[in-house]
Every structure is written in structure tokens, then in C-alpha cells.
């Protein structure tokens, strides 16, 4: 997401906030019906992003909910409240487990095709994709380099 802003506010959660779940967190803020509207329109501007391509743009995650002004002062300006907002909801995760083994197969799939041509030569592109695929599960997986 750009804005200097919003980037050192999330380099400003402390780390004990970072491993909260996000079920723990929302009993202790008892988020407002506003926090709740923001929550969900930056996760849902996150699936536009990772579709399109395109960054988020913080002014769309407020826009109808509340002011920037506000934005700024009650969710960035507070950690425990931004932590929360960042934090994916249960359903979210939920979603992502009962994707994680079709997901697997496939990147599997592609992981096992021949990177080789008829000629004997290497498929650059295709040696590209597996390298990228590989990558991102790797980095998805946390495994430190």
C-alpha cells in the first residue's frame, strides 16, 4: 500500500501485536461499526490489488466509511487498532485452508513440467514461471533464505 503514512504505522505495530489472533484482538478493542467497514474494505481492496496488479490506495479503503483526517487518527495513529484491521479475519483464513491443497496440486503440476523443448533447448519462459511459482511458496512458507 503507498503512503508514507500508512507504511511507517505498520513498521510502528510492536511485535507482541503482530502474533495476536485476530479473534483476541477484536475482544479487546471492541471494534466500532466504522472500524468494522474499514476492516473489510481494506481486505477486500487486498483481493482487488492481488487480481489486478495495482496498488491500494488508501482513499478508496475510506471513502464513503469515514475522513481520511479520521482514518489517520484513529486507526493509524493506534497500533493495537491497525494490527486488528491488518489482521485476517477468521472466514478470510478459512477460505485460504480449504483452497491450500487444490492450490498445492497445482503448483505441483507446474512445478513437474518439462522445461526442456523438442530441440533439446530450455524453455526460458516456462523455466521462468516455475522459478517464480517456487519462489512465492517458498516465501508464503516463511522458509528464511
Not at 36 to 57: C, D, F, Q, S, Y
Not at 65 to 94: D, G, Q, V
Amino acid at each position: 500500500m503507498r503512503g508514507k503514512a500508512f507504511q511507517s504505522a505498520v513498521r510502528n505495530i510492536p511485535q507482541h501485536l503482530r502474533g495476536i489472533p485476530e479473534e483476541a484482538l477484536r475482544q479487546t478493542l471492541k471494534p466500532t461499526q466504522t472500524d468494522i467497514a474499514l476492516k473489510m474494505a481494506l481486505w477486500n481492496e487486498l483481493r482487488v490489488a492481488v487480481h489486478t496488479g495495482k496498488p491500494v490506495i488508501q482513499q478508496r479503503i475510506v471513502a464513503g466509511i469515514c475522513t481520511y483526517a479520521n482514518w489517520s487518527s484513529r486507526i493509524l495513529k493506534n497500533p493495537e487498532r491497525l494490527a486488528w484491521i491488518l489482521a485476517p479475519s477468521h472466514e478470510f483464513s478459512f477460505a485460504l485452508r480449504t483452497l491450500y491443497l487444490p492450490l498445492m496440486k497445482r503448483a505441483h503440476e507446474i512445478l513437474a513440467l518439462n522445461i526442456m523443448k523438442a530441440d533439446g533447448s530450455v524453455n526460458i519462459a516456462q523455466l521462468k514461471v516455475q522459478v517464480s511459482l517456487f519462489s512465492q511458496i517458498i516465501n508464503c512458507a516463511g522458509v528464511s533464505k
